[in-house]
């Protein structure tokens, strides 16, 4: 019971990533007026992510930001076509991630970057664990950062990404 009752804890880990590196920086180039692009990271196989997948989808792509979403894993596990929501959508693995530099060990997750591709954010949207009808507070977050150049972050709670990190933290592969 013990050993069960960490594992399912393991979703409670804070999961944030590390700052987008410069070679992936140009994909985070400003077009237009925008004044933040935001950065939504959510992975296959994971119950958040496909709660969060769905919220954004719903809500759609603020019109004076640019949201670009990577997913990590295939098109054909995405259900949603982000791109009639306004969206820019790159199907990601963790190979091409790591290649890269990026430190990504839980999804799901979103980062705020200013015009000068400074990180303003890296964390969670929420300060609970995503679940249906969870209360996602990334517009807000949003919002405050635009009118304060500063938000505080949460733990990003979901699913863990990477065989190395995975292994880490389970050595036995009882979850992972």
Not at 18 to 46: D, M, N, R, W, Y
Not at 59 to 86: H, N, P, T, V, W
Not at 146 to 171: T, Y
Request: glycine share 10%.
């Amino acid at each position: 019971m013990g050993v069960l009752s960490i594992v399912h804890s393991w979703h409670f880990l804070d999961l944030r990533a590390s700052a987008t590196s410069p070679k992936e920086i140009s994909l985070l180039t400003h077009k237009g007026g925008e004044t933040l692009k935001v950065l939504h990271v959510l992975g296959e196989g994971c119950g958040c992510s496909e709660f969060t997948a769905e919220y954004l989808y719903e809500r759609g792509a603020r019109s004076d930001i640019r949201e670009i979403i990577y997913f990590l894993g295939s098109q054909k596990d995405l259900d949603f076509d982000f791109k009639s929501k306004g969206y820019e959508i790159y199907f990601k693995t963790m190979e091409e991630i790591k290649k890269n530099r990026k430190k990504i060990n839980g999804v799901p997750l979103f980062q705020v970057y200013s015009k000068d591709h400074s990180l303003l954010y890296s964390g969670g949207y929420s300060t609970k664990m995503i679940s249906r009808g969870s209360k996602f507070m990334d517009l807000p977050i949003i919002d405050k950062l635009m009118a304060k150049g500063i938000a505080q972050s949460n733990p990003v709670f979901g699913c863990l990404v990477g065989k190395e990190f995975a292994n880490s933290i389970d050595p036995l592969g009882l979850k992972y």
